[in-house]
């Protein structure tokens, strides 16, 4: 939605010549008037004229409205917001024009700030646990207490640990980190304490696997940013473009233009159900869960057999003719590779039998469907083939990914107009501070302790992170036990699989959170350090992959905190002051985040923005920073480097390994020497040949549980990342499919729940090895009927007002803990479950 003219940009201040209470007076008078009338004389007669009754001039100011340029918390998405401020009240907030991602819109979500702002049950100082006993049931009978009291407390309970040479025993475990100024500060204070456990990300808890699979292929461990403005074909594995794919403002506003250019870009969603996108699409492929690997390496088949690959990126036959037969295989010393390495060893090992008649059996997909699909991608581009937890979030997540990912190689749009690339980054000046030369004796003596998580260790050697492993290793003392973590945007006792373990886990371990409000997490706190909510507070937010060209923004407080809170970076600084030595000088050194972000900015002085932002102050008054154009440009198999004027600059092969294609090879490697590199591994774990782990391949998903339908737990639009259970709004809205209002249902095909005897608004047990919740169902004739959908967000029993108590139970009681042995990403929609009436 579209705020008004820029000239409210500027406060305001105009004067009435009438009083409110005067007007009250005055239409008062004049309603009783015009029902009584007014007797003379005469007899009734009408009003008197205004001749008779002057009122003296009153001067009432129209109070003062002031716009704050912010950033949007809802999501990762980053889109700048334009904060309406009267007379120190935020009142409305709408989508900055000038953003290149909100482009003066929001996202359903983006409006609901002022009741993450205004919620009654925040934090409003830091408190204590007095309550020595934790559980679900136990009232923590928290107490307020000074910041100086808590952050005290804190660092001399961290000195001790790491006197005692046992800094790995705290663990800090984040969610949605931003920037520099939080996240870049914990893990420099990680860097300094000593531990391996700070931070613990929960990416593996999010989309690991979609990063895995490009680091795989292509080299960059990251997310895409999508050439949407140019491209002609989306194919979107389980992807909800409309529901949740960050980021989503930017991403419906996409959809629209992709709709509306002509000729018309065509859209096909594969999924499991018929979602928002499926539905929006101009064709949707519904598939068995878990299959999407398969489905990708038959539509490669499909595209090599018919001769459809884009020959000037990827290479071809000597002889210029097509040798891709079915079930033939071929010598490789007949092709021409050009940036794609492995591609003959991949088509005999694995893609010469994966015809659309093989995918079909499994995915459930017409062959024809899957032909005409892969014919379309080939030749209806630019085309671009994304993918996100729908695909991922199984066992065989990675080699799904890495199949998916495949295809954009196969039709060249790697770096090309209409494809797809990694996201720049900003160009930050350096902080006041080297943290390299304040690392002490005592960090030294930690070297080589394993994280507690055991990402990077024979366990997980491709995990980056296990935050989901976090509990049950503590239980069991594997590695060791914690004694002390911190949370700061994360709230494993609601949203890791299997969360019950978390309040086991969390009972001995001495527990700070961040959080503002009284989430589940919070319940199991010692230590309350509340952080400022996101319209009051400074801090950067460097963007998500979106369009390639490096943009950051800046959040400022839209007013002065409300209550007694901090932002968690100078939380981070404050306890590092206190711990004295090194570390005390460093933090003492960095002084606060403000400080922080002011040098963060010098960096822009030799890159001044396109909005004209070249120093902090430009920052603050704009929002952000951004920079066109994209550096780099593949066209027709040759790369290209921006020279300040064009992209004539033209790459050598060493040239694009070092900063395109980051793999071994420099080439996008269809046979993985980073998997090759962990054969004996990914053998066991995946029961493969290993000497076939490289290749983008068809592994059977393992499903968990003995049930006969598969639990999906998706997120939908509203679901503001988990974090908007506590958003009147948001629960209103959340369930769009079959009204989900005041909780969720439980979604499930009318022909599955009659032949259970089971009618709309029923209660019924879903059960999983790990036991059984309960739910409300509604009938969705967009759900197989082996399948049922229970949304990821309810189930709350802490949270506050708005969210404990609401709705249905919480799914992640009974989704069992099991990942994917490449990425580590939980897989969330591998569970088989029962569904009785109650």
């Known amino acids: 939605m579209k705020k008004g003219s820029s000239d409210n940009n500027n406060k305001r201040k105009k004067s009435f010549s009438v009083s409110r209470r005067r007007f009250l007076q005055v239409s008062g008078g004049v309603a009783a008037a015009g029902v009584l009338g007014v007797v003379s004389k005469k007899g009734i007669a009408s009003t008197p004229p205004a001749s008779e009754k002057k009122l003296p001039p009153v001067n009432l100011p129209i109070p003062e409205t002031a716009i704050k340029k912010s950033v949007c918390h809802q ?72 910041w100086d009291e808590a952050l005290d407390t804190i660092a001399k309970r961290l000195k001790t640990l790491r006197d005692k040479g046992e800094a790995h025993r705290f663990a800090l475990m984040f969610g949605r980190g931003w920037g520099a100024s939080d996240v870049g500060t914990i893990e420099t204070f990680g860097k300094l304490y000593g531990s391996p456990n700070v931070p613990i990300g929960h990416a593996s808890m999010c989309s690991e696997g979609s990063k895995r699979a490009k680091k795989a292929t292509e080299g960059n461990d990251s997310y895409s ?24 403002n930017y991403v419906i506003q996409k959809w629209g233009k992709l709709r509306d250019k002509s000729p018309r870009a ?85 893609l010469k039998d994966k015809t659309a008649k093989w995918a079909s059996e499994i995915c459930r997909v017409s062959a024809d469907d899957i032909t005409v699909v892969a014919r379309e991608f080939a030749t209806g581009g630019p085309s671009i083939a994304l993918m996100e937890r729908g695909a991922t979030t199984y066992p065989n997540g990675v080699y799904n990914g890495m199949a998916i990912h495949s295809l954009n190689a196969l039709v060249g749009n790697m770096f090309a107009k209409g494809g797809i690339m990694y996201q720049m980054k900003p160009p930050y000046g350096a902080l006041p501070a080297n943290a390299d030369d304040y690392i002490d004796g005592q960090v030294k003596s930690q070297a080589g302790k394993p994280r507690v998580d055991m990402a990077g260790t024979s366990e997980w050697p491709l995990a980056g992170t296990m935050l989901q492993e976090v509990a049950k290793n503590h239980l069991a003392g594997k590695p060791y036990k914690l004694d002390t973590a911190m949370f700061y945007l994360t709230n494993p006792i609601f949203s890791a699989p299997d969360c019950k373990k978390w309040e086991e886990a969390l009972k001995d371990i001495f527990v700070i959170d961040t959080s503002p409000y009284p989430g589940e997490t919070a319940m199991y706190d010692d230590i309350v350090v509340p952080d400022h909510t996101y319209l009051e507070r400074y801090q950067d937010t ?32 404050e306890i590092g002051k206190r711990l004295g030595g ?27 923005g396109d909005n004209g932002v070249k120093d902090f102050k430009g920052w603050e008054e704009k929002g952000f920073w951004a920079k066109k154009p994209y550096h780099w440009k593949q066209v027709d198999g040759e790369f290209y480097e921006w020279d300040g004027k064009d992209y004539n600059k033209k790459m050598t092969p060493a040239e694009v390994k070092e900063k395109l294609l980051k793999t071994p090879s420099g080439k996008f490697e269809v046979k993985s020497n980073l998997l ?72 499930m095909h009318p022909k599955t729940a009659i032949a259970r005897k089971i009618n709309e608004e029923d209660r019924v047990k879903i059960t999983t090895p790990l036991g059984s919740i309960e739910a409300k169902v509604r009938y969705y004739e967009g759900c197989q009927e082996d399948v049922v959908v229970l949304p990821f967000e309810f189930g709350h029993w802490a949270m506050g007002r708005w969210a404990k108590g609401r709705g249905s139970a919480n799914s992640n009681e009974i989704i069992e803990n099991v990942s994917d042995p490449i990425s580590g990403l939980a897989s969330y929609n591998a569970s088989l479950c029962k569904v009785e009436k109650i």
């Open 542 to 573: 460097p963007i998500y992959p979106t369009y390639g060209y490096p943009t950051t923004n800046l959040r400022t407080p839209a007013i002065q905190p409300l209550y007694d809170t901090k932002y968690i970076g100078d939380t981070i600084i």
């Open 676 to 747: 090759i590199q962990h054969a004996e591994y990914i053998s066991k774990k995946h029961g493969i040949a290993a000497d076939r782990v490289g290749f983008p391949q068809w592994v059977a998903p393992k499903y968990t549980g003995a049930g006969d339908l598969h639990l999906i737990v998706p997120k939908y639009a509203f679901h503001a990342e988990g974090r908007g259970a506590n958003l009147p709004l948001s629960i209103e809205q959340f369930q769009p499919y079959v009204g989900g209002r005041k909780g969720t249902y439980l979604e």
């Open 75 to 146: 999501c990762p998405g980053r889109c700048g917001i334009d904060v309406y401020v009267t007379d120190g009240k935020v009142h409305r907030i709408f989508g900055n024009p000038e953003h290149p991602i909100s482009n003066g819109k929001l996202c359903p979500k983006g409006y609901f700030g002022t009741q993450i702002l205004y919620d009654p049950d925040r934090f409003k100082s830091p408190m204590k646990r007095t309550n020595p006993k934790k559980g679900r049931n136990e009232d923590p009978k928290f107490v307020p207490i000074t």
């Open 266 to 350: 065509r859209i096909t969603q594969v999924d499991v159900r018929k979602s928002t996108t499926a539905i929006a699409a101009d064709r949707s492929l519904i598939i068995k869960p878990g299959t999407d690997g398969a489905l990708a390496l038959a539509i490669a088949h499909v595209i090599l057999t018919e001769g459809l690959w884009n020959r000037k990126f990827v290479g071809d036959f000597k002889d210029k003719t097509n040798k891709f037969k079915t079930g033939e295989t071929l010598d490789a010393k007949q092709f021409d590779e050009k940036w794609v390495a492995g591609l003959i060893e991949w088509w005999n090992a694995e």
């Open 225 to 248: 940013a999508y050439d949407y403005d140019n491209a002609n074909y989306i194919l979107s594995f389980g992807a909800g473009l409309l529901e949740a794919f960050r980021p989503l």
């Open 582 to 608: 090194k570390t005390g000088e460093y933090f003492n050194a960095i002084k606060d985040s403000v400080n922080v972000l002011k040098h963060l900015a010098k960096g822009f002085e030799s890159a001044p």
